[in-house]
């Protein structure tokens, strides 16, 4: 959490540099003329406000993507090859979990992709996005937890494939339907699996979920292939 501080202060401090110099030169000006430059300390002050605005919405975009270490989305075919080292994403404003500093959380999506012939499901886990509280931890079950987030998407994306795959009229309408509808109900589950095992810390839980998703991928097996193509 130190670093991400000291990331955000730095950037505020080099984007409103400009602005503070200009500021004591219009102050040495005042002191000089002594005489006060309504005019001047008017054009500093929307300059502070502009700048602040905007590094502000700097910070904010660097809390949601960080593009300063980035790294593209990765599919979950490479879901054995992720470690808490590919958490890469910043966080600038929670401070810890009910008191607790071990703790992570990983941003995991369903990209859909509609052609006349073919439909392309993808489970990608985001890692400038996924953040982790403290970067020394090196928990596997914590790990665990936060991919079992991503296999969560996996399954939800082959519940879509399996969905579209029995549709007999395959229109765009009909897709965007169990797409949206998917959606819905995977969110709803990874509330419900945060709730439920109290992020990792209620292990009775968290094996279930585990036994139960695992399960489900398996049967859901003949539709990890991204692409399906439509009748």
Request: proline share 2%; charged share 30%; hydrophobic share 40%.
């Amino acid at each position: 959490m130190k670093n991400e501080n000291l990331i955000g202060s730095i950037i505020c401090f080099v984007i409103l540099s400009p602005v503070f110099y200009q500021l004591i030169v219009v102050l040495r000006e005042v002191k000089n003329e002594k005489k006060v430059n309504w005019k001047k300390i008017k054009k500093v002050i929307l300059l502070i406000f502009s700048f602040t605005l905007f590094s502000f919405g700097i910070v904010l975009l660097l809390n949601r993507v960080n593009f300063l270490n980035y790294k593209k989305p990765m599919t979950y075919d490479t879901i054995d090859q992720i470690s808490l080292n590919d958490f890469r994403g910043l966080e600038f404003f929670k401070k810890s979990l009910y008191g607790n500093e071990r703790f992570a959380y990983v941003v995991s999506t369903i990209e859909v992709d509609i052609n006349e012939k073919s439909v392309s499901i993808y489970s990608l886990f985001h890692p400038s996005r996924s953040f982790v509280y403290n970067r020394k931890i090196k928990s596997e079950e914590l790990l665990t937890h936060e991919m079992y987030h991503f296999k969560i998407t996996e399954l939800f994306s082959r519940k879509i494939k399996q969905e579209i795959t029995f549709l007999k009229n395959t229109s765009k309408n009909n897709i965007d339907e169990i797409v949206n509808s998917n959606f819905r109900k995977e969110r709803q589950y990874q509330i419900s699996y945060d709730k439920d095992t109290f992020h990792s810390y209620v292990l009775k839980e968290q094996k279930k979920y585990e036994k139960e998703v695992d399960s489900l991928l398996y049967l859901l097996r003949e539709f990890k292939n991204p692409k399906i193509k439509l009748k």
